[in-house]
């Protein structure tokens, strides 16, 4: 599994599941690897951007699970459980502090309030300084955390069987996210951007010969910023009749984003873009479960609807004096520009809904289990002006900005619509010979639902290509679960082969970027093991092998030819692995000590479908220490290094403005440190 926070510490992540994830954060996709809170899907891209706080667990299933959960994940989801109510009085405090001034502060409390009724109240802050240092002294320093949210939950648990939750949560963000920076390279006769570090961009300026030439010190013109609010509210509902558990689960959530980013990663004025997107969705699920024993079986219905929309804009100027052009005082560019627009004003709307159950039979140490899964999709698009679509009557492409930007020329709105019936299911057999080992084979169909290309667009496109079609993913999959000598050892080993019809693959096509639809397919082994070697001492380890293959990746050459062939899917690591011990001393009055240490390492991988080797991630090899005492029942004290070698290896590279000899690129998070106590009663 693959992931980063692409806006810095103390947003989620972005999520790659054995090489499946969404390479392009254009707002207005579903990501393959979906995300849920509480089992309520949260539809928009940019809304997974959501502090984590007073968590109970993390559910990670790989693979696609569209026929109970899951609609779109043919990659796999994260289903983030918070910590509920109950008539147990119980919370806690907590605070940490580390490097870059990084402040963390958070608190729970359940408080029962009658004798059926129980509350629960918990919040998070979270802010630093950022571990960016900025040359430009008009902007603050990059790869800041500054998140606060608050959560509300009211439950009631009755005499008449009834379990109800009412949810309601507020977060908001502000912050500078982190800056791109850039390295110097160009297009290559065969299409694909290769770095080069002989030679200077389009403006005569190199990352590498100046001040901003180490890691993570940057020197930019324009401000990078990201500012949020949501709030959302659930309610679930649950009753047993006898055998058979009903759940009803309401949900709804409204975003609003704004994100400012300095596209080019350079002190010269060349791209300036702004992403000011709202979102808001219901959803609904009815469902039964029956425990029979030997059988079971759940069915059930799921309903969404979302609004989203969008008003990017984006300042393209292009260089018309060349790289000679430059101020030998400032070391910057003091040619001429031609202004080029990238804006759009676009809305999507989502109706879905679905009908979905599954069987789980027992024919002694054998189970069988088969599910399906239904869903109607009725999706409307409407762009009412973009730049790349404007009649400009002849004149010049500058000419194209919307008239709220001074441009020129008339709007071609548009509007289209996508109807499908998509089904998923599986079909598993699970063998256990005895109640610590179980071994499984299935074969799983998954569905994502296409789309719209949104924002954007290369120039030249015409209205076909803004629809992408249907992914559909036959997965295979074998396995083991053991857990041997007392529990004292436990094996996880899995082995899979992806086979995609019409995979959505993402590509830049010059300054913007399409998703297509290829054929594809990947392969792999897991494992990960877990060793209670003694009472003091656990060990644990976890490795995988992945290939992939999109099939017929088509790039146009700087010659006006068209090069075909197979590529490797983004962010997907040949080779992958984590691990770590832990050692415990029990201390007396019930104290102890532990120390741990763990590690992560990534074969190298590319952050797009191309395989541009100007935008190959390095591999690498991290590790991470912490040390914690338990002095009571309430105390605990934390001391920690994350990224103890401060690896500062390579997390996004950005092809798009190879033209004009610039490669967008950020690195990863230093070495930091810190300490935490906590109080819980």
């Not at 102890?592 to 590319?606: G, I």
Request: aromatic fraction near 12%; charged fraction near 20%.
């Amino acid at each position: 599994m693959e992931s980063y926070s692409p806006y810095g510490p103390g947003t989620s992540s972005n999520v790659v599941i054995r090489g499946i994830g969404l390479n392009d954060f254009g707002e207005g996709h579903e990501a393959p690897v979906t995300s849920y809170v509480d089992e309520f899907y949260i539809v928009a891209v940019p809304a997974v951007d959501f502090a984590l706080f007073d968590l109970d667990r993390v559910e990670v299933l790989r693979g696609p699970q569209g026929t109970l959960f899951g609609r779109n994940s043919t990659g796999g989801l994260i289903n983030y459980i918070t910590k509920k109510p109950s008539q147990t009085p119980e919370g806690y405090l907590s605070a940490s502090f580390g490097r870059f001034n990084d402040l963390k502060l958070e608190a729970a409390a359940t408080a029962p309030l009658t004798d059926t009724l129980s509350m629960r109240v918990s919040g998070t802050s979270r802010h630093s300084d950022g571990f960016q240092r900025s040359l430009n002294p008009a902007l603050d320093r990059g790869g800041q955390a500054g998140s606060d949210a608050a959560r509300l939950q009211l439950r009631y648990e009755g005499n008449d069987g009834w379990d109800i939750l009412l949810k309601g949560e507020y977060g908001r963000t502000k912050t500078t996210h982190a800056y791109y920076e850039s390295k110097t390279g160009f297009v290559d006769n065969n299409g694909l951007v290769v770095a080069d570090a002989s030679i200077v961009d389009a403006v005569g300026y190199a990352e590498r010969n100046t001040g901003a030439a180490k890691k993570n010190v940057v020197d930019v013109n324009d401000a990078a910023f990201l500012r949020s609010t949501g709030y959302s509210g659930l309610l679930r509902a649950e009753k047993k009749f006898g055998n058979t558990t009903f759940t009803s689960i309401t949900g709804y959530q409204s975003y609003k984003r704004t994100m400012q980013e300095d596209s080019d990663g350079t002190p010269n004025p060349l791209v300036v873009a702004n992403f000011p997107y709202q979102g808001e969705q219901v959803t609904q699920e009815l469902r039964l479960y029956h425990d029979g024993g030997a059988t079971r079986w759940t069915a059930g219905l799921y309903g969404l609807h979302a609004v989203g929309k969008d008003q990017p804009t984006a300042t393209f100027n292009f260089p018309l004096d060349g790289p000679t052009a430059v101020d030998p005082a400032t070391g910057l560019y003091n040619g001429t520009y031609f202004p080029i627009s990238l804006n759009a004003d676009w809305r999507l709307r989502t109706n879905s809904g679905a009908v979905f159950g599954q069987l789980e039979q027992d024919f002694g140490q054998f189970t069988a289990i088969g599910g399906i899964r239904v869903t109607r999709d009725n999706k409307t698009f409407a762009d009412a002006d973009n730049a790349a679509l404007r009649d400009c009557g002849g004149g010049a492409v500058g000419d194209c900005f919307l008239i709220e930007d001074g441009g020129t020329g008339t709007p071609v709105p548009f509007r289209l619509k996508y109807k499908a019936t998509l089904w998923s299911g599986k079909i598993e057999l699970d063998y256990k010979p005895d109640n610590n080992n179980l071994f499984y084979a299935s074969i799983s169909r998954g569905t994502k639902a296409g789309g719209f290309n949104n924002g954007f667009y290369p120039t030249g496109l015409s209205l076909t290509q803004i629809p992408y079609g249907d992914e559909t993913l036959i997965s295979y999959e074998i396995g083991q679960k053991s857990t041997l000598f007392d529990r004292k050892l436990r094996i996880n080993t899995s082995a899979f082969y992806y086979d995609y019809k019409d995979f959505q693959a993402f590509n830049y096509v010059g300054l913007a970027g399409l998703i297509n639809n290829q054929d594809a397919n990947a392969y792999g082994v897991e494992t990960d093991i877990e060793a209670a070697v003694t009472p003091e001492l656990r060990l644990y380890v976890a490795a995988a092998y992945l290939h992939t293959n999109i099939k017929d990746v088509a790039k146009i050459t700087p010659t006006g030819t068209n090069v075909v062939a197979d590529r490797p899917m983004a962010f997907a690591p040949k080779w992958s692995g984590s691990g770590g011990a832990t050692y415990t001393i029990e201390l007396p009055n019930d104290r102890s000590l532990a120390f741990d240490w763990n590690f992560e390492a990534r074969s190298s991988r590319f952050s797009g479908n191309f395989g541009d080797t100007g935008t190959q991630l390095e591999g690498f090899f991290k590790h991470n220490a912490s040390v914690t005492f338990e002095a009571s029942d309430h105390w605990q004290l934390r001391g920690f290094v994350d990224n103890i070698g401060n690896r500062l290896n390579t997390t996004y590279g950005g092809p798009s403005f190879a033209s004009l000899g610039i490669i967008q690129v950020r690195y990863a998070m230093p070495r930091t440190y810190g300490a935490a106590l906590r109080y819980r009663w």
